[in-house]
C-alpha cells in the first residue's frame, strides 16, 4: 500500500537553528499537508499546498515557517530560528483529491529544539 | 465553547465489547466527518469519512453523523486488543483546515 514517507524520524536541534523536514508524499497525489502535534495536544493544521503554492495556512505558520516542493516527489517544511516551542511531532500528509475524502499522513518527525 | 469536543479518556474495555466514541462541535459550517485512529509513535490513519447525517457502515465500524445535534460517533464492534489506538474524530468545511479533536485513548483487554 502507497505511503507518506518522513525523514528523519527524530531530529534535535539548538535553539536557533533552522531545520528542514522531509516529505515523500504518495505520487500521485496533489495536495499536499502539514500538520503538528504537540505532545498531549491536538493535531493543528499548518499548511497546505496544491499546484506548487501555498493554498492555505494557519495562524500558527508564521514568517518562521516555509515550505517547498523542490523536485516532482519531496516535499518539505523549513522552521527558521527555531524555539523551544517548536518542540513537536510534525506531519505530512498528502491527498489524491480535495481534502474532505481525508488525507494519508506519514509517521512524523519527533522535533526537539534545545 | 470549544470548536470540537472530544472526551480523552482513557477508556478500557474487554475484548469483544462495543465500544463507542464521540464528538461533538459548536460550528455548523463542518461539512465532512472523518474518524482516525492513531498508534502511538505513528501517524493518523484514516478509518472513515462522512458527509451527511446518518450511518455509515465497514466492517466492524459505524460512523454516526447527527448534524442537528452537531454531534458525531463511531463505534466498533467485536473489539480486539489490535483496536487498542488513541481515536481522533476530525472535521472540515470542506477546506484544507481539518479540526481534529483531541483524542480518545482506547484500550481492549483480552
Known amino acids: 500500500e502507497p505511503e507518506v514517507t518522513q525523514t528523519p524520524s527524530h531530529q534535535v536541534t539548538q535553539m536557533g537553528q533552522e531545520v528542514i523536514l522531509r516529505c515523500v508524499p504518495i505520487s500521485n497525489h496533489l495536495y499536499f499537508y502539514w500538520y503538528r502535534q504537540i505532545l498531549g495536544q491536538k493535531v493543528e493544521f499548518l499548511v497546505s499546498?496544491?499546484?506548487?503554492?501555498?493554498?492555505?495556512k494557519s495562524e500558527i505558520f508564521d514568517d518562521q515557517f516555509s515550505v517547498e516542493r523542490p523536485d516532482g516527489s519531496n516535499f518539505t517544511l523549513k522552521i527558521r530560528s527555531t524555539k523551544l516551542e517548536d518542540s513537536a511531532m510534525y506531519f505530512c500528509a498528502s491527498s489524491e483529491a480535495e481534502p474532505r475524502y481525508g488525507y494519508t499522513f506519514g509517521s512524523g518527525t519527533r522535533l526537539t529544539v534545545v | 465553547q470549544k470548536e470540537v469536543e472530544q472526551d480523552p479518556g482513557p477508556l478500557s474495555v474487554p475484548e469483544g465489547a462495543i465500544v463507542s466514541l464521540n464528538c461533538t462541535y459548536s460550528n455548523s459550517a463542518f461539512q465532512y466527518f472523518m474518524w482516525y485512529r492513531q498508534y502511538s509513535r505513528k501517524g493518523p490513519e484514516l478509518l472513515m469519512y462522512t458527509y451527511s447525517s446518518g450511518n455509515k457502515e465497514d466492517g466492524r465500524f459505524t460512523a454516526q453523523v447527527d448534524k442537528s445535534s452537531k454531534y458525531i460517533s463511531l463505534f466498533i464492534r467485536d473489539s480486539q486488543p489490535s483496536d487498542s489506538a488513541t481515536y481522533l474524530c476530525?472535521?472540515?468545511?470542506?477546506?484544507?483546515?481539518?479540526?481534529f479533536g483531541a483524542g480518545t485513548r482506547l484500550t481492549v483487554k483480552p
Open positions: 499546498f496544491y499546484n506548487n503554492e501555498i493554498s492555505e
Open positions: 476530525a472535521l472540515t468545511v470542506g477546506n484544507n483546515d481539518m479540526r
